[in-house]
């Protein structure tokens, strides 16, 4: 089975950067997308950002373009999310996950997450 472990987040000042690890163990395919989803207290759960895991091509929501650079490893497996000129919206509950089919916007494509990272941001 897939499992994915996310790491790297932490509390950081407005204007910060942080990158968010994904590391990814156990069967997976190379058609899969990787994608990065967060929410906040009270709030829906939202995408972020979008990665293939064999084409590179990249998706991103409109609130974090320009911010936020999703990349991957595959050598090492891992899926990243780096962060930068963090506004107190993003703080929240970021989730790595690996889509199995559908759009990679749409949370119910993806078949396996990770238990999230919490990232915070002081104003």
């Known amino acids: 089975q897939v499992q994915l472990v996310e790491s790297g987040g932490g509390l950081v000042q407005a204007g910060d950067s942080l990158r968010l690890s994904c590391e990814v163990s156990g069967r997976t395919f190379t058609n899969y997308a990787m994608g990065w989803f967060r929410q906040a207290p009270g709030k829906e759960r939202e995408f972020v950002a979008a990665?293939?895991?064999?084409?590179?091509?990249?998706y991103y929501a409109d609130s974090v373009k320009g911010r936020f650079a999703i990349s991957r490893d595959n050598a090492e497996n891992t899926v990243y999310l780096q962060m930068a000129s963090l506004k107190p919206e993003d703080a929240a509950v970021y989730y790595c996950a690996a889509k199995c089919s559908g759009s990679p916007t749409d949370q119910y494509a993806y078949a396996y997450w990770g238990q999230g990272a919490q990232v915070t941001v002081s104003s």
């Open positions: 990665i293939s895991w064999s084409g590179g091509s990249t």
